[in-house]
């Protein structure tokens, strides 16, 4: 069908999950965070770290690092090991707005620990709290965290983090993670944590900011006016901006432009991020700079990166702009106050006021990482800046029609309309305009409200502003947004037809297949509209993301033509509606508009200068467009808005504020070219525009002149600017069109008693005194007064004459009521006066003190309306004279004026019009003055030449219409309690335009029922009829509580939109509705009501409304409206009152219940004594009452708890209302059915068995011992425990044991919730309300309303028959008794889950306390140190009462030594319910019979016994056997064989027919055996869990014939074996040589072992083998680690302080993993790391047999084929080859290789095989040899002979001979040198002288 209109819709089975999926979160989010309200709530984020992988770097010591908002909690230290094993919880408890929370970056990092200096990073990961909050519900659980250095993400991953974050809301319950137990291969690239199909890739979010615009002022101007005089220049622009950008926890900002509005900064800020971010929001932050204290802002936008980004293929990266971002925050004005709502300019809730704009650009560039953060943009990118400035000029254009609800103030209100700076008339920058409404006076409707008296002329205002051209983004919005709309009005239709009972479905088909044939229509208009080849093209300024917004756009709605297309052939309606509803929320989805550069049209409320009420109007939704379907949906259009004052940042603030207004009125924003068109939008009236100035007279000695006036002669309505009427000059494009005409305000024809037949004149006595002096006595030395001290005075000529209470003169068409009387109810003494030191000061106080020289008393008199037509006919002439002389009169000029001349008036003016005819209509009309024709005297005064003024504009209209409204107010229910009793006596004020009507009063109520028919006749409104029908007035209902003293008190309001009936035959007659009630926008209950509007102009009218009986004369609902009514039996349990608060100081101890349905009241009677059994005598009550047939109408039901007191007096003392009865509705058991059901169970009725003998009762224990026990030694059940069933059950596949699984025995059921939610509360009897008292009682969040306690009870109701047939039967006819009953409760606590940490450490010391009434048992001393999930494995056994002990408290404390113990959270059990309940919750139980083993039947009670007394509870008859694997129950045949039929028969079972019994049992949806996880809460976080507990009760009742309670299950901890690791490191082969020695040059390397148990700070080493120069070494080293391991379990226990400062051990389950590493030695420097390797020792690889076969296959590794593993406890001793490999690089490489023996021995078999460590004694199993090593390993430092020997002769032997050699050379030439020349010189002397 898609095809008809000629565009084919894509196929819906091509769209990819990816794209479905992006489109469902999209949706999830919108959903998710429009739930939550926009206040201060608890949050709680959980971070669950679980492991790393892949760490960079060796030998780590990691330490994981979480941070959100400036709070900081870390891990514990992993030592060694770039695979750390946390498996810790991080809590951070929130309480802020959540817009302000999902804005916060949740940073995880990973450090490597440094004991001295600072951590050194590792690498982390950032995220939005709002995008985990996004996630179905609300978590991410076991996602793997790709770590980056943040400062260069280019440098690649750093490693990885698996964890769990939860994001906890009120009424949030976290989802369960599963059990955390390090594995050797994972997967981590699937379970990444980013957007699904996607690759993390490095790059450079490019953000620019070009400049800023309309920038208010932010410094004082103190100096400012100095400068002025002396001369200098003065600095007007007082802001000193910059602009502050944040994106995932990176942060930029702007350099400080001084003294600029409108600052350029041309900034770009480059943050590195890596896309797809998991970060949402770029917020941008203008700042104002101040010198000496605190930066202040200017305002806050953000930029979501959903809207400027899209992932998936056909996505495309961040990009936006150029553009302006609109920036809004508090009012501009500027004070020098602290502004006290600067929370609106930090971002936290929505900005009432523009606060100016900032143009940026968004761009994302990846694979390249920014050099530079801050840059200033380049002066070539800056001129193409320009072509995005061009502006349009744009027209707003207002129209007033009605301004009511206006609340009292004491200056005239006026309305401005403003779109940014442009009509903001405190804005003294921009050019002045029309923008503010005739300052007029509210003026009281006689009921209840206010309104303004614009009747025919209703004011119009008219802005124009320039802004960009972005007609082309603002059509495709709203585009969209029309598609939506229509597709939502069709489905609303059809989901209302369908909430109809027995609706005709061909009709709701037929409804929804007209909704999509008009949205096929629609779809392809728009899909035409949007294509660039048909529809309208982009302008050349258009952005990239204009582009690719459209192009998504487009997509979409293809998608969507061919769904729509394949639905409409559907016939099934819930299918379809689903369907349009999905297709209404992805419509949704397309409705954002980043680069809208138009701002906001905003609406203010003035009252003098001081702005009251906004509101905001999104500009596209005003904006014109020549097609329908792309214009504004308020464009043109009168709608009804509501102004509220601005938003306070406390909740608690809501009540205090004080404004507000309701306006109708018409607005339409477009481009100047169309302005003539706007009128058009208006049917009926005319618009004309004027030229308005006030004369100004002043009262003096009674005369008035204009002399005497303190104001210009001529002025603004201010008094401020001079305007006389001859100084106009006519605007250019206008033309005068005739002369000055008296125009008077019309609300001045309003007296402030105005709609009031009653009034209270009143006047003061004064007197006067000196100090210490006394008062006068006589009322003839007083002078009166008003209530601002001003005497009451006349002027006869020249003389003032002091008037008295007596000369005040009634007014005409009123008379005098009573005489003058003193005002006592005030504070004042008891003749009336009060008392002050001076009447100025206005300190009065009602004693007397010797200080007090004045005093005064107020004195009152009624005054009554006549209603004699001619007193009225005069009157009102008197009034037209009035109006038209125009004279408004005053006390003085700048107070409220008022039509009647008044003694005390001195000021008095008229309004004058001039209008205006439009030559050009492009011009404005602002006005200049002509100087030459003001007088003299004036231009001594300001310069006003400069100061433009503008025109008046109206709407008038001829003629008006009469209407009628009637509104059907049948009840209310759930409203706001105001009294302190919980109740309320509330009453409707309906208001509709400026009329309003107040319904009756309704005594001692939160569900009213008026029954109530309010008419307003003769309601006038103008504009055509048809304007009214598409757009009618809306109606506003308040409610309030009556009170005799004080205010009536706010309970809650409804806007309704009333159905507007012109033809009676073809419009139907309205449907009682149910419309919800707010309260601050706070749900306060709901209101039963239909309205309907009637064209009153001389047609017919229905009839009028039937009249109540006497005494009441109010109108009620007519029949046809007023549902129909059927005689209905309700009945009521009554089984009893629980945990009752006092009341008034005394306990409720004698309490009966009153229920109140439908004006007809039934009682109970009273418990005796509600301590001893708090339970009613006589539970069943019956009443029989009228109700309505539809269960849409069902009213609710009041039940009360009154307390039957001394003196007769019978006080309430606690309430519940069931909002409707729908839900208790029932069908009626017909009296034949009824009886031949009590005949069934007469017959099958077991007679009452007399007492058995001894010896029966012996035969029947026995039979019962022999079927239980025949395996006394328990030999079977020695294997598993009860543990093992446990972790079977909750799919713990580490900790279960094979063989438990194998051979078939039982399973719990666990279940994830409450036991009462998994069996209807166990409400099958019963149900507990919650009772309440006080003010808001109902509201859970309201402090004031409290619980006081709870009643027990039951209600059914069923219609009676009404064609005579026989009545039904009762259905509460078989109740047990109410007596008390003793019984034995037993508690088992398993463990806790994710409890709430109380130590600053992050842990908690949890124990258990356990309170049944008034017994308590505190565990106290088996306190768990340091446990956030504790292994409990606890019982208590209490005895308890029913029902004076019903509720069981566990309580988890946190130990402290020091202080008093904290609580960590709570939960209580109603055991009652379970003791009454069918479900049997008594004892769950087994899945099969079994006389011995683990799963061994532990009931009092055999299963046959069990089933018997379950066919009397439920009257059926008795089961009969047919023999031992055969029975008939409730007419049906069971066999053994059908449960039983291909299972193998446990020797454990019992016998065969108990084992049928307990089959059949099973099948009768009764309480199995279980474990049921219970939520912990604190009354610190009330809706907050703290943690969960794991545990079950069993309730064994007492009494005769009940047996023996059987003994209690074993669940207390496993306790660990303890073990011995023997190690004994035999050699090492190619290890990396990691040295050179500096003497030979030879690369060598001093090897040594070292290993730990990981969890052990305890590390062992070998000694050194010295010099390896092969990577060989020898060693022959053993080494030993004692340790706690649980078999069952396979993980190692390790209890070890945590500081060397903790008190306690922190008890550790960690996996058994052995850390074996290669080191070399060095002397002076730290040991260099070689190698490594991780043994799990239940999973660890296998050895190899030699070292030439050892490689790095060996060893698990993730993405790869797994090696074979074995388990060393299992296999006791392992010998062999392993690698040690190193990861420094990223990749594993191979460092050596490790000869090791590994063998486990138990502590017995240490004791028979001892071993020492090392190689030391004893020496034995084996016996260690010292290593043969070559005499190369030795220490040179030690052994200097080695050290010559193999390393200086070895080397350098030759170069010692020669060097000797040539040393003993050298000698003997010195030597001959030396002794040469004397043997010479002897040698030549005996010769020469021979002899």
């Known amino acids: 069908e898609g095809e008809e209109g000629g565009e084919a819709g894509v196929d819906p089975s091509s769209v990819s999950p990816e794209v479905r999926e992006r489109r469902k979160r999209a949706r999830r989010k919108r959903a998710m965070r429009s739930k939550l309200p926009n206040k201060e709530l608890d949050f709680q984020i959980r971070v669950h770290v679980i492991e790393g992988r892949k760490l960079v770097g060796g030998q780590l010591n990691a330490v994981t690092k979480v941070s959100v908002a400036n709070d900081v909690k870390e891990t514990s230290t992993r030592k060694g090991t770039n695979q750390p094993f946390w498996d810790e919880m991080i809590y951070f408890n929130m309480k802020m707005r959540p817009s302000e929370l999902f804005d916060k970056v949740l940073e995880i990092r990973v450090m490597n620990a440094k004991r001295v200096l600072r951590d050194a990073m590792i690498g982390s990961f950032k995220l939005d709290v709002g995008m985990a909050y996004d996630e179905p519900e609300h978590c991410f659980i076991h996602k793997w965290l790709l770590l980056t250095d943040p400062n260069d993400p280019g440098d690649g991953p750093k490693g990885y983090l698996k964890v769990s974050i939860h994001i906890i809301g009120p009424g949030d319950d976290p989802k369960p993670s599963p059990p955390v137990l390090p594995s050797e291969s994972v997967d981590i690239e699937s379970n990444l944590l980013r957007p699904s199909g996607v690759r993390l890739q490095s790059g450079t979010l490019s953000l620019r900011v070009y400049r800023g615009e309309d920038l208010p002022q932010m410094d004082p101007g103190y100096f400012e006016g100095v400068k002025s005089l002396l001369g200098m220049t003065a600095q007007k622009e007082l802001v000193d901006p910059y602009c502050t950008v944040s994106f995932a926890g990176h942060k930029g900002r702007t350099e400080v432009i001084w003294n600029e509005q409108d600052p350029e900064w041309n900034h770009q800020i480059n943050l590195p991020i890596r896309f797809p971010s998991m970060c949402e929001r770029i917020r941008f932050q203008m700042k104002d700079k101040d010198k000496l204290g605190a930066d202040d802002y200017i305002g806050t936008t953000f930029l979501n990166l959903s809207e400027v980004s899209a992932p998936g293929e056909n996505g495309f990266l961040p990009t936006f702009g150029p553009c302006f971002l609109n920036v809004y925050g508090s009012p501009r004005e500027f004070t020098d106050m602290p502004d006290k709502f600067d929370h609106l300019n930090k971002g936290l809730i929505e900005g009432v006021a523009y606060r100016g704009r900032v143009m940026v650009e968004v761009s994302m560039e990846l694979g390249k990482l920014p050099t530079d953060k801050h840059e200033t943009i380049k002066i070539v990118e800056q001129k193409k800046i320009p072509q995005f400035l061009r502006r349009h000029k744009y027209k707003l254009y207002a129209a007033m029609f009605s301004g009511t609800l206006v609340e009292p103030v004491d200056s005239a209100v006026e309305f401005e309309i403003s779109i940014g700076n442009y009509g903001n008339k405190l804005e003294k920058n921009v050019a002045p305009q029309a923008s503010t409404t005739q300052p007029t006076n509210p003026v009281y409707d006689g009921n209840s409200y206010y309104f303004l008296p614009w009747m025919d002329t209703k004011p119009c205002v008219v802005v124009d502003s320039q802004w960009e051209d972005c007609s082309y983004r603002i059509q495709a919005l709203n585009l969209i947004i029309f598609l939506a709309d229509q597709l939502n009005e069709g489905l609303e239709v059809a989901k209302k037809r369908v909430s109809i009972e027995n609706c005709d479905l061909d009709e709701v088909r037929m409804d929804l297949g007209e909704c999509l044939d008009t949205f096929i229509d629609n779809l392809v208009s728009a899909i035409k509209w949007l294509d660039p080849e048909t529809g309208t093209a982009m302008p050349k300024t258009c952005t990239r993301l204009d582009v690719l917004t459209r192009d998504r756009r487009l997509e979409e709605l293809k998608y969507l033509l061919g769904e729509a297309g394949h639905l409409r052939s559907s016939e099934e309606v819930r299918q379809c509606i689903d369907e349009i509803d999905d297709y209404v929320g992805r419509l949704r989805t397309l409705t954002s508009e980043p680069q809208n550069c138009i701002p906001d049209v905003i609406i203010w409320m003035l009252s003098g200068n001081k702005r009251v009420a906004s509101t905001r109007i999104p500009s596209h939704k005003l904006m014109y467009s020549p097609t329908a379907k792309t214009k504004g949906s308020l464009c043109g259009k009168i709608t009804t808005i509501f102004l509220t004052p601005p938003a306070v940042e406390k909740e608690e603030e809501l009540e205090d504020q004080e404004g507000g207004a309701q306006l109708r009125l018409l607005l339409w924003l477009g481009l100047e070219e169309h302005q003539s068109l706007w009128a058009q939008e208006v049917s009926g009236g005319t618009v004309a525009v004027y030229a308005e100035t006030y004369e100004n007279e002043g009262c003096v000695f009674g005369h008035w002149s204009s002399t005497a006036a303190t104001r210009p002669n001529w002025s603004d309505s201010k008094g401020k600017i001079k305007q006389p009427k001859d100084a106009f000059v006519s605007p250019e494009g206008w033309r005068w069109d005739g002369d000055w005409f008296i125009s008077p305000e019309l609300s001045i024809a309003f007296e402030p008693d105005e709609g009031l037949n009653e009034w209270h004149e009143e006047i003061y006595e004064n007197q006067m005194r000196m100090p210490f002096s006394s008062w006068a006595t006589d009322s003839e030395s007083s002078y009166w007064s008003d209530i601002r001290g001003d005497k009451i005075v006349e002027y006869e000529g020249k003389n003032e004459k002091a008037l008295s209470r007596d000369d005040i003169k009634c007014p005409e068409a009123w008379k005098w009521e009573s005489e003058w009387e003193v005002d006592k109810n005030r504070a004042c003494d008891d003749d009336g006066w009060e008392y002050c030191v001076e009447s100025g000061m206005a300190a009065w106080v009602p004693y007397e003190r010797n200080m007090h020289m004045c005093r005064r008393r107020r004195w009152v008199r009624m005054r009554v309306r006549i209603t004699d037509p001619k007193i009225i006919e005069k009157q009102m002439a008197k009034r037209k004279k009035a109006i038209e002389e125009g004279w408004e009169y005053a006390r003085l000029a700048n107070l409220t004026y008022h039509l009647t001349e008044r003694t005390m008036d001195f000021a008095r003016r008229r309004r004058w019009h001039r209008k205006l005819v439009a030559v050009d209509p492009g011009k404005p009309a602002i006005f200049c003055f002509d100087s030459k024709k003001k007088k003299k005297k004036d231009k001594d005064d300001d310069d006003d030449d400069a100061k433009q003024q503008v025109p008046r504009m109206y709407l008038t209209f001829k003629d008006c219409h009469t209407y009628q409204l009637r509104a059907y107010l049948y009840q209310a229910r759930e409203m706001h309690s105001a009294d302190k009793s919980g109740l309320s006596d509330p009453y409707a004020i309906m208001s509709f335009g400026r009329y309003s009507t107040t319904s009756r009063v309704i005594k001692e109520s939160v569900c009213p029922t008026w029954d109530q028919t309010m008419v307003i006749d003769q309601i006038r409104l103008f504009g055509e009829p048809g304007s009214v029908k598409s757009s009618p007035p809306r109606v506003m209902v308040e409610f309030y509580d009556k009170d005799t003293v004080g205010e009536d008190e706010f309970i809650g309001k409804v806007v309704c939109v009333p159905k507007v009936r012109f033809d009676l035959e073809e419009d139907s007659a309205p449907r009682l509705d149910w419309y919800d009630i707010t309260r601050y926008n706070k749900p306060a209950g709901e209101m039963l009501a239909a309205f309907e509007l009637f064209l009153d102009e001389g047609g017919d009218l229905p009839f009028a409304p039937p009249t109540a009986q006497a005494p009441a004369k109010h109108f009620i609902v007519p029949s046809g409206i007023r549902p129909v009514l059927q005689k209905t039996r309700i009945e009521i349990l009554c089984w009893g009152v629980r945990d009752m608060k006092r009341f008034q100081l005394l306990p409720v101890e004698s309490p009966l219940v009153e229920v109140e349905c439908g004006g007809t009241v039934v009682r109970s009677k009273h418990i005796d004594d509600a301590s001893k059994n708090p339970n009613f005598p006589e539970p069943v009550m019956t009443v029989d009452v009228l109700l309505p047939k539809e269960e849409l109408y069902a009213p609710p039901l009041n039940i009360r708890i009154l307390d039957k007191r001394t003196f007769g007096r019978t006080p309430m003392v606690g309430t519940h209302i069931i909002k409707s009865l729908k839900d208790f509705m029932v069908e009626p058991v017909p009296s034949e059915a009824q009886a031949a059901a009590i005949q069934a169970t007469a017959v099958v009725a077991l007679p009452a068995k007399p007492s058995a003998a001894p010896e029966e009762d012996l035969a029947i224990i026995m039979e019962e011992t022999a079927a239980l026990d025949s395996d006394p030694d328990q030999k079977k059940a020695s294997d598993f425990d009860w543990w093992s069933k446990y972790y079977y059950s909750i799919g713990d596949e580490k900790r279960t044991q094979k063989e438990y699984v194998d051979q078939g025995y039982d399973k719990l059921a666990v ?310 690791l023997r190690i004994v490191v035999w050699n090492t082969k190619d290890v990396i040589l990691d040295e050179v020695s500096i003497a030979t040059g030879e690369a060598m390397s001093d090897i040594y072992v070292k290993g730990w148990l990981r969890g052990q700070d305890e590390s062992q080493k070998t000694d050194t083998h010295y010099r390896s120069m092969d990577g060989e070494g020898n060693f022959n080293w053993r080494l030993v680690y004692p340790f706690d391991y649980l078999p069952s379990e396979q993980i190692m226990v390790i209890k070890k302080k945590q500081h060397f400062y903790s008190l306690d051990k922190t008890e550790v389950h960690l996996p058994p993993i052995l850390t074996v590493q290669v080191w070399d030695n060095d002397l002076f420097n730290p040991d260099d790391f070689i190698g490594t390797l991780d043994f799990n020792l239940v999973a660890m690889p296998e050895p190899a047999r030699n070292a030439s076969g050892c490689s790095l296959t060996q060893l698990p590794e993730d993405g790869k084929k797994q090696p074979p593993l074995m388990n060393l406890f299992k296999k006791k001793r392992a010998k062999g080859w392993w690698p040690v490999f190193t990861e420094e690089t990223g990749v594993r490489e191979l460092a050596g290789k490790l000869e090791l023996e590994l063998e486990i021995v138990s502590e017995e078999e240490e004791q028979l095989r001892p071993a020492g460590k090392a190689r030391d004694e004893p020496n034995l199993n084996p016996t260690l040899e010292p290593p043969n090593r070559p005499a190369t390993s030795f220490l040179w430092f030690t052994s200097p002979f080695k050290t010559f020997k193999h390393i200086i002769w070895k080397f350098y032997k030759w170069h010692i001979i020669c060097g000797i050699v040539a040393v003993i050379f050298v000698l003997l030439i010195v030597i001959f040198v030396y002794t040469a020349p004397s043997s010479f010189m002897n040698l030549m002397m005996d010769r020469i002288l021979p002899g």
């Not at 402090?1343 to 306690?1349: H, L």
């Not at 609580?1463 to 309940?1477: H, K, Q, Y």
Request: glycine fraction near 8%; charge should be negative.
């Open 1311 to 1620: 279940y994830s919730t409450e036991l009462e939610e998994q069996f209807n509360n166990f409400t099958d009897l019963a149900t507990t309300f919650c009772l309440f008292r006080g003010k808001g009682s109902r509201d859970p969040d309201d402090s004031e309303g409290q619980g006081v306690g709870l009643f027990k009870g039951a209600v059914k109701a069923y219609h009676l028959p009404d064609d005579g047939s026989p009545m039904p039967q009762r259905i509460m006819s078989n109740i047990p008794s109410t007596a008390p009953t003793e019984c034995v409760v037993r508690v088992y606590i398993i463990k806790g889950l994710d409890l709430q940490p109380q130590d600053p450490g992050g842990r908690s010391d949890p124990y258990i306390k356990v309170k049944i009434g008034k017994q308590e048992i505190n565990d106290k001393d088996n306190y768990i140190p340091n446990q956030l999930n504790p292994l409990f494995g606890r019982m208590f056994e209490i005895p308890a009462t029913f029902p004076v002990d019903h509720t069981l408290s566990i309580t988890v404390m946190d130990y402290d030594r020091l202080s008093a113990d904290d609580l960590i959270g709570a939960t209580s059990i109603d055991l009652e319910n379970r003791f009454l309940s069918q479900h049997r919750a008594l004892c769950g139980l087994p899945e099969t019979f079994s006389k011995r083993g683990p799963a061994k039947w532990r009931d009092r009670e055999l299963p046959k016994t069990i089933l018997q007394e379950y066919c009397s509870l439920k009257h059926l008859p008795d089961p009969q056997w047919l023999s031992k694997t055969q029975v008939v129950f409730n007419g049906n045949t069971y066999t053994l064989e059908q449960f039983e039929q291909g299972k193998e028969v446990n020797s454990d079972w019992g016998v065969e027919d108990e084992r049928l019994a307990l089959h059949v049992l099973h099948q009768q949806n009764l309480v199995p055996e279980h474990v049921e996880n219970r939520t912990l809460y604190n009354p610190m976080q009330p809706n907050i869990p703290q943690g969960t507990l794991h545990m079950w009760v069993d309730i064994f009742p007492k009494g005769e014939g009940k047996g023996n309670v059987p003994p209690p299950i074993d669940i207390a901890s496993r306790k660990p074996e303890k073990h011995l």
